[in-house]
């Protein structure tokens, strides 16, 4: 059996890798979903190899603590050259019981990116793969968003989400209606896991984008919140308003490369759990390790220079294949 929560020992972690990371090609896909806070895109085109390679770095020095951590670390197919990136398999692929499903991305540049992770699950001989194909019309996105966060970028003429709209708490699945996923999307992902999870959803809380910047499952009935998004614990779905919550300190800003940021300081939420006494936290974000070692939970302190620029922490670039499911 795969993965079926955030904070069980882990097994097996999927790591991203920065190399061939590009702007795509600017569509309304990339205006609504990623840039929807008028920002302008970059120049279409390979990042910076500043940020390709330290972000490299980081991920080798990520790695050889998850290795001395027991932890076994699959890699995205070399071969594949993405069209956007395979930095953060976190968006592509949604692990649950015996289950992988690529999601149907709301980026059309990522409509292809499962294909660097297809062949790591093929060790698994109970596993069913399989892959939602939509066809993201200009229909599938409201143009109002740009520059006003009250409105979505995703209409429900499809279904359409990222998987790192989800967290798994074993039976419960929670989903953030958001830029990346629409109501539709909950929808079908009900219907993928059919009556091994129940999927609750998350709305009006944050819609730049995904919920992993938002929540963190430390362990059973402990989150952490992030108070800019989460004012108040009502705003949880029901089974989640009786959790304890570690309500996050303000987050260092690390900054981000000069013209790309895809990301706020708040990625300091987007924390890997190694088990229920071990997470990975950015280095700088000390105030956080003091909060949560205040709950009995050490703090890997580790860095990720262009988090920010790239769109993603540790949650994001990784996927929890593997943990030990109680």
Known sequence: MLSRN????????????????????????????????????????????????EANEDIDKFIQFLIKENVNVLRPDVEHDPVYYKFCPRDTVFVHDNN??????????????????????DRYESVQQETVNITREDSLYNTACVGNPNVLALNETEPCFDAANILKDNDD??????????LRGAEMLQHFVGDTAKVHTIEDVYSYMHLDST???????????????????????????N??????????????????????????????SINERLVVVEEHQHNLRIELEKHNIDCAMLPMRQARTLGGCFHCITVDVERENV
């Open 243 to 272: 959790w304890d919550i570690v309500w996050a300190p303000e987050p260092v800003d690390i900054g981000h490369y000069p013209g790309f940021n895809n990301s706020s300081p708040w990625l300091s939420v987007n924390l890997l």
């Open 215 to 241: 929540i963190a499952f430390l362990r059973e009935g402990l989150l952490l919140a992030n108070p800019s998004r989460i004012k108040d614990r009502t705003q949880l779905p029901e089974k989640l308003q």
């Open 173 to 182: 699945l929670y989903y953030l209606v958001s830029n990346s996923g629409n």
């Open 100 to 121: 992988v499903l690529y999601t149907p991305m709301s980026l059309r540049a990522r409509a292809d990116e499962h294909t660097a992770y297809r062949k790591l699950f």
């Open 6 to 53: 955030e904070y069980s020992q882990l097994k097996t972690v999927i790591v991203g890798d920065a190399t061939g990371a590009k702007i795509p090609k600017h569509d309304i896909s990339l205006r609504c979903v990623n840039y929807a806070d008028n920002g302008t895109p970059p120049e279409q085109g390979l990042y910076p190899q500043q940020i390709i390679d």
